[in-house]
């Protein structure tokens, strides 16, 4: 089983949530799109077989899964135990699996990238974690962060019993919390459209950034 440490801010509902969903996620409609953002990563942010790399809320591996093979060691951290079981039986090479909640117990190690996908909007406080992920990086070491463009309430639905606790962000006010927490040179790119029902597509962005 993953390292376990107590994941008290996570809510129960988010968890149970995840750790229900945990089974089938690779097979939803969303992930299927969401393979698109690895494939960007790998072809277009820099990678080095030197590097410290961390997924926050890792779920099933999405991202954690593809950079393993091209980094040192990439860790893996998630609150759902059983959405990192997932991960774990794909047996993937130089992958450390954390149970954990990043808010409240802060990051494992120290490391040369933070990455994450779809995640940020199931973080109440975004100012603390962005804290925790500079205080986690070493100088010079950078984020690479995908979420949600701010929507309407529409893209999860049933927010509440989901966890959401941000429809999605506005780019001005994520960079202002991450400058806040110590990055720098904010930059957000239109990374992916994904689509839900026959006629809704969200943007999702990717922001970058670096620790002095
Ligand atoms: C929507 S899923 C995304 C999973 C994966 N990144 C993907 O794109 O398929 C969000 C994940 O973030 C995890 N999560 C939410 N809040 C967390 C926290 N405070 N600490 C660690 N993991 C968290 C959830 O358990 C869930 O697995």
Redesign the pocket.
């Known amino acids: 089983m993953p390292s376990t440490t107590t ?1 008290p ?2 809510s129960a509902t ?2 149970s949530h ?1 750790d229900a969903a945990a089974a089938q ?1 690779d097979q939803r409609p969303m ?1 299927q799109q ?1 393979a698109a953002v690895p494939a960007y990563f790998l072809e277009h942010l820099p990678w080095s077989a030197h590097e410290e790399v961390l ?6 591996g ?2 954690a899964a593809a950079l393993a093979p091209r980094v040192a060691q990439m860790t893996a ?4 135990s059983a ?1 990192l079981q997932v991960l774990q039986d794909k047996n993937v090479p130089n992958l450390r699996l954390q149970v ?4 409240a117990s802060g990051l494992p190690g120290r490391y040369h990238a933070i990455v ?4 940020l909007h ?2 109440a406080d975004i100012g603390t974690l962005l804290r925790v992920f500079a205080d986690a990086l070493h100088p010079g070491g950078r984020v690479a962060l995908v979420d949600l463009y701010a929507e309407d309430g529409s893209f999860h639905g049933d927010n509440a019993a989901k966890g959401v606790q941000h429809l999605g962000f506005d780019p001005q006010a994520l960079q202002a919390l991450a400058e806040q927490a110590g990055l720098q040179d904010i930059a957000f790119t239109d990374i992916l459209r994904v689509q839900r029902g026959n006629d809704r597509s969200y943007p999702l962005f990717l922001m970058t950034g670096y620790k002095p």
């Open positions: 994941p801010s996570s988010q968890r995840f996620w992930s969401l997924d926050f809320g890792a779920g099933t999405l991202l951290l998630d609150s759902s959405m954990g909640d990043a808010v994450s996908c779809m995640a199931h973080v």
